[in-house]
Structure formats: structure tokens, C-alpha cells
């Protein structure tokens, strides 16, 4: 992966951040009342955006770290994703998925600080 493709991925991450926070507050207001979830859908949307801001940093340095830079794009379809639905559907089981994407995000944290320079073999 390049970085201007990782830019890309992360500017994306980035704008859905903020229209999902959007729509959260505006277009799903009643729903995420009704279902006692609005907590839940501003947890996803906190994690979403700081992942995505650390994405566009990692996009930003070279050489790419696609390592920790995948970590943190799966714990935001992830963790995020999760809560989103959760949020939405008031499904509770999804809640159990939810840990994953944390793991994710704890590797991808971890990957950074075993490996600061980014000159890892395993894709760091």
C-alpha cells in the first residue's frame, strides 16, 4: 500500500467519523433515545475519529507503517462498526464483538511502541 492510498483510506475514515457523529446527533436522535443508546453511538464515533486521526499520521510518515495503519482501520470497522449497529438496532449480542476491534487497536498502539522507528519485517 502507498501512502497516498493510505491518506485516501484515512481521509475517508476521517470524513465518515464526522458524518456519522453527524447523523448520529441530528438524523438518529429519536431512535438512539428511544433505544437508550445515544452513550453508546458517541463511544464509536470518540474511537472512530482518534483512529482515524492516527491513521492519517501514520499515512503521513515514510515509510508507511501498514502494520499498526491496518490495526487501526480494523478496529474501526470493527469497534466502531459494532457500536454503530448496537446503537442503531439495540441488538445487545453485538456488544461481544465489540472487543475485537479493541484488541485491534491495543496491537496496533502496541505494534507502535515495540517498533517505533517502523523498521520491522512483519509489515510495520
Do not use: D, Q
Request: proline share 3%; net charge positive.
Amino acid at each position: 500500500m502507498s501512502n497516498a492510498a493510505a491518506m485516501r483510506g484515512a481521509a475517508l475514515a476521517g470524513f465518515l467519523a464526522v458524518a456519522l457523529g453527524a447523523f448520529g446527533a441530528h438524523g438518529l436522535k429519536e431512535t438512539l433515545s428511544a433505544h437508550g443508546t445515544t452513550e453508546i453511538w458517541e463511544k464509536a464515533v470518540l474511537y472512530h475519529f482518534v483512529h482515524a486521526l492516527m491513521l492519517v499520521l501514520l499515512a503521513a510518515r515514510s515509510p508507511l507503517r501498514v502494520g499498526p495503519w491496518c490495526c487501526f482501520l480494523a478496529g474501526i470497522v470493527v469497534f466502531s462498526g459494532s457500536l454503530y449497529l448496537l446503537a442503531v438496532t439495540n441488538l445487545r449480542w453485538l456488544g461481544a464483538i465489540t472487543p475485537v476491534g479493541g484488541v485491534s487497536f491495543l496491537a496496533g498502539w502496541l505494534w507502535l511502541a515495540l517498533a517505533p522507528a517502523g523498521k520491522s519485517r512483519a509489515g510495520g
